[in-house]
């Protein structure tokens, strides 16, 4: 074996030193923009225009105090100071659902019986113009209207058609709302909630707990240094009908960071104590369990699989285990293919992939593989694979990665039901920092293949005056500076707008973006790859994480970063 020269060695070095960098900057926006939700928790909605309200409730004469009817609402007055309604808003608990780039807080206005009366969008972390395609949509807003809270508490998310280019955002707009009221009007029956020293039963290195943004019945577990250990399922208010000889009984099931279970805990209970305590201390019952995912213990019929009694405690022990049974039910109910621990399950994933989205995972496997063998020199990789790229991935499922998305992400998480895009950009992120290739660039982005077309077409012979070129290219590096400086300060300016990748969705697109997609075409045909080369932010990043021969140079490039990380720094610490 070869050993690794120094100069090998400090360039694995440097391009260490810049992914942590990248992964920092990364850290920095998500911190700052949670900082940014917390302040952003503490808008009341008092202070929500009447005419915003009136437009579903003309009834609507004031904004009254704290809602009897809705925990974190308030009520509406009509003239003569009686309730006619309830408002109420889905932030913070229902940022867990990401669009595309990131949460959307929705007004949920109701009349008196707690019916759904309008929706109103009261501010977005979303990507603008997908937020604006919603807002356009007369029918979408309007599509839980007539709906009683009731029916959407617990539910999962009601079936409603998305609007067209925006599901991602539309969709999580509902999934918002369901999330939101998924714990109300369902109450546990027991007065003791679980805390720490119940949870150290099953995680006994335990530090922390804290509530699921999403769902009142899951608790996550947190370790020294704020580590996720595992979450635990309560078994109440589900298994609250679950009688044993006299009561129910409340439960925790805890799950490891694989989603199997790590340990069952018997809480408190209105059953006879001495039966409960028989169950409570027996291994057996417990060793049950171990090892499950909740897809397994959803399958369980306890009746007909005969879960063993615990021995003198028959009944008690059963109706726990029915409460396990149906507590795990009703979580896969609220969350139906997305996973249900710290990462999502990769069978939930999986079925949560349609079969468009196969077809385009298909062709970013192609990408790849063309990407690293022949096959890029031959008629397929030159002509075939860019306009497939072309047709199916950019005009088909408007899938480039842009500073919106990338930006969005590291603020709000990434979102689950964005397959397509989350294997792009884990793709476009781990193959330069690992091979030395920028796959994405060269092979999968819908841009980059039609100015390869253009190259390929109109056989551009021009070049670009030195001057101009010496200013384009610090052009993407200040546009990526700008992004980020948009993004912690925040600035009231729309990412989209700095990119032309939303043109590839005419039916959202803004002005900006084709503008940039226009000239950035029309350059292209003058000069070879004008865009890719003098004005791609997304492509300056994806570079810079490429592993080569001056990684271990300090460039300016690296100042660039220095200074991002800087800004980001500020925010966080000097928050405005
Ligand atoms: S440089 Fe930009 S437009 Fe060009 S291929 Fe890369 S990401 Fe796409």
Same mark, same amino acid.
């Given at each position: 074996?070869?050993?690794?020269?120094?100069?090998? +060695?400090?360039?694995?070095?440097?391009?260490?030193?810049?992914?942590?960098?990248?992964?920092?900057?990364?850290?920095?926006?998500?911190?700052?923009?949670?900082?940014?939700?917390?302040?952003?928790? !503490?808008?009341?909605?008092?202070?929500?225009? +009447?005419?915003?309200?009136?437009?579903?409730?003309?009834?609507?004469?004031?904004?009254?105090?704290?809602?009897? !009817?809705?925990? *974190?609402?308030?009520?509406?007055?009509?003239?003569?100071?009686?309730?006619?309604?309830?408002?109420?808003?889905? @932030?913070?608990?229902?940022?867990?659902?990401?669009?595309?780039?990131?949460?959307?807080?929705?007004?949920?206005?109701?009349?008196?019986?707690?019916?759904?009366?309008?929706?109103?969008?009261?501010?977005?972390?979303?990507?603008?113009?997908?937020?604006?395609?919603?807002?356009?949509?007369?029918?979408?807003?309007?599509?839980?209207?007539?709906?009683?809270?009731?029916?959407?508490?617990?539910?999962?998310?009601?079936?409603?058609?998305?609007? !067209?280019? @925006? $599901?991602?955002?539309?969709?999580?707009?509902?999934?918002?709302?369901?999330?939101?009221?998924?714990?109300?009007?369902?109450?546990?029956?027991?007065?003791?909630?679980?805390?720490?020293?119940?949870?150290?039963?099953?995680?006994?290195?335990?530090?922390?707990?804290?509530?699921?943004?999403?769902?009142?019945?899951?608790?996550?577990?947190?370790?020294?240094?704020?580590?996720?250990?595992?979450?635990?399922?309560?078994?109440?208010?589900?298994?609250?009908?679950?009688?044993?000889?006299?009561?129910?009984?409340?439960?925790?099931?805890?799950?490891?960071?694989?989603?199997?279970?790590?340990?069952?805990?018997?809480?408190?209970?209105?059953?006879?104590?001495?039966?409960?305590?028989?169950?409570?201390?027996?291994?057996?019952?417990?060793?049950?369990?171990?090892?499950?995912?909740?897809?397994?213990?959803?399958?369980?019929?306890?009746?007909?699989?005969?879960?063993?009694?615990?021995?003198?405690?028959?009944?008690?022990?059963?109706?726990?285990?029915?409460?396990?049974?149906?507590?795990?039910?009703?979580?896969?109910?609220?969350?139906?293919?997305?996973?249900?621990?710290?990462?999502?399950?990769?069978?939930?994933?999986?079925?949560?992939?349609?079969?468009?989205?196969?077809?385009?995972?298909?062709?970013?496997?192609?990408?790849?593989?063309?990407?690293?063998?022949?096959?890029?020199? $031959?008629?397929?990789?030159?002509?075939?694979?860019?306009?497939?790229?072309?047709?199916?991935?950019?005009?088909?499922?408007?899938?480039?990665? @842009?500073?919106?998305?990338?930006?969005?992400?590291?603020?709000? *998480?990434?979102?689950?039901? !964005?397959?397509?895009?989350?294997?792009?950009?884990?793709?476009?992120?781990?193959?330069?920092?690992?091979?030395?290739?920028?796959?994405?660039?060269?092979?999968?982005?819908?841009?980059?293949?039609?100015?390869?077309?253009?190259?390929?077409?109109?056989?551009?012979?021009?070049?670009?005056?030195?001057?101009?070129?010496?200013?384009?290219?610090?052009?993407?590096?200040?546009?990526?500076?700008?992004?980020?400086?948009?993004?912690?300060?925040?600035?009231?300016?729309?990412?989209?707008?700095?990119?032309?990748?939303?043109?590839?969705?005419?039916?959202?697109?803004?002005?900006?973006?084709?503008?940039?997609?226009?000239?950035?075409?029309?350059?292209?045909?003058?000069?070879?790859?004008?865009?890719?080369?003098?004005?791609?932010?997304?492509?300056?990043?994806?570079?810079?994480?490429?592993?080569?021969?001056?990684?271990?140079?300090?460039?300016?490039?690296?100042?660039?970063?220095?200074?991002?990380?800087?800004?980001?720094?500020?925010?966080?610490?000097?928050?405005?």
């Amino acid at each position: 074996m070869v050993a690794p020269d120094s100069a090998r +060695l400090q360039r694995y070095a440097g391009h260490l030193a810049r992914l942590t960098a990248w992964a920092a900057l990364v850290w920095l926006v998500h911190a700052v923009h949670q900082q940014h939700l917390v302040r952003r928790q !503490a808008v009341d909605l008092a202070a929500v225009p +009447l005419e915003t309200i009136r437009r579903h409730l003309s009834e609507a004469a004031a904004i009254g105090g704290d809602s009897t !009817a809705v925990a *974190g609402g308030r009520d509406l007055l009509g003239p003569t100071g009686d309730r006619v309604g309830t408002i109420l808003q889905t @932030s913070p608990a229902g940022d867990v659902a990401i669009g595309f780039s990131g949460p959307t807080d929705v007004l949920v206005v109701c009349d008196a019986e707690l019916v759904v009366a309008g929706m109103e969008i009261l501010s977005s972390g979303d990507t603008r113009d997908h937020v604006r395609a919603v807002e356009q949509d007369s029918l979408f807003l309007t599509s839980l209207s007539g709906t009683p809270l009731a029916e959407l508490a617990g539910g999962g998310p009601p079936k409603v058609d998305a609007v !067209a280019g @925006s $599901t991602l955002t539309s969709m999580a707009i509902i999934d918002a709302v369901a999330v939101r009221l998924g714990g109300s009007g369902s109450g546990s029956r027991f007065e003791h909630e679980p805390g720490l020293a119940d949870l150290k039963l099953l995680f006994p290195a335990a530090v922390s707990i804290e509530p699921d943004a999403g769902d009142p019945s899951v608790i996550r577990i947190l370790g020294p240094d704020r580590l996720p250990l595992g979450w635990a399922l309560r078994t109440s208010p589900a298994a609250d009908r679950v009688i044993g000889y006299q009561g129910p009984t409340d439960a925790l099931v805890g799950f490891d960071s694989t989603n199997r279970v790590a340990g069952v805990a018997v809480l408190e209970s209105f059953d006879n104590e001495p039966y409960v305590g028989y169950v409570r201390d027996d291994r057996a019952f417990r060793r049950l369990w171990l090892g499950m995912t909740i897809e397994e213990i959803t399958g369980i019929d306890p009746a007909a699989t005969g879960v063993e009694g615990v021995s003198g405690a028959t009944m008690t022990s059963q109706a726990v285990a029915e409460g396990i049974v149906r507590a795990a039910r009703a979580r896969r109910q609220r969350r139906p293919v997305l996973g249900d621990g710290l990462l999502p399950t990769a069978r939930g994933w999986l079925a949560g992939i349609e079969p468009p989205q196969w077809g385009a995972l298909g062709l970013i496997v192609m990408g790849v593989v063309t990407a690293f063998t022949r096959l890029r020199g $031959t008629w397929f990789g030159r002509i075939a694979l860019p306009v497939a790229v072309l047709a199916y991935l950019g005009f088909g499922a408007g899938a480039l990665l @842009s500073q919106a998305q990338i930006w969005g992400w590291a603020k709000a *998480g990434v979102p689950r039901g !964005a397959a397509v895009l989350t294997v792009l950009a884990a793709v476009a992120a781990i193959l330069p920092a690992t091979t030395r290739r920028n796959v994405y660039c060269s092979h999968l982005c819908a841009h980059g293949a039609a100015q390869q077309m253009l190259v390929r077409f109109t056989r551009p012979k021009g070049r670009m005056p030195e001057r101009l070129r010496a200013w384009l290219a610090v052009l993407p590096w200040a546009m990526l500076a700008f992004a980020v400086a948009i993004v912690v300060v925040p600035l009231p300016v729309a990412l989209v707008d700095l990119e032309p990748f939303d043109a590839y969705l005419p039916l959202v697109a803004g002005i900006p973006a084709v503008v940039i997609f226009v000239v950035g075409l029309a350059a292209s045909s003058r000069y070879p790859m004008a865009y890719c080369r003098h004005g791609c932010p997304t492509g300056a990043l994806l570079d810079h994480l490429r592993l080569n021969r001056k990684s271990s140079v300090f460039g300016w490039q690296d100042g660039v970063l220095a200074c991002c990380l800087a800004i980001a720094a500020v925010a966080y610490w000097w928050p405005a």
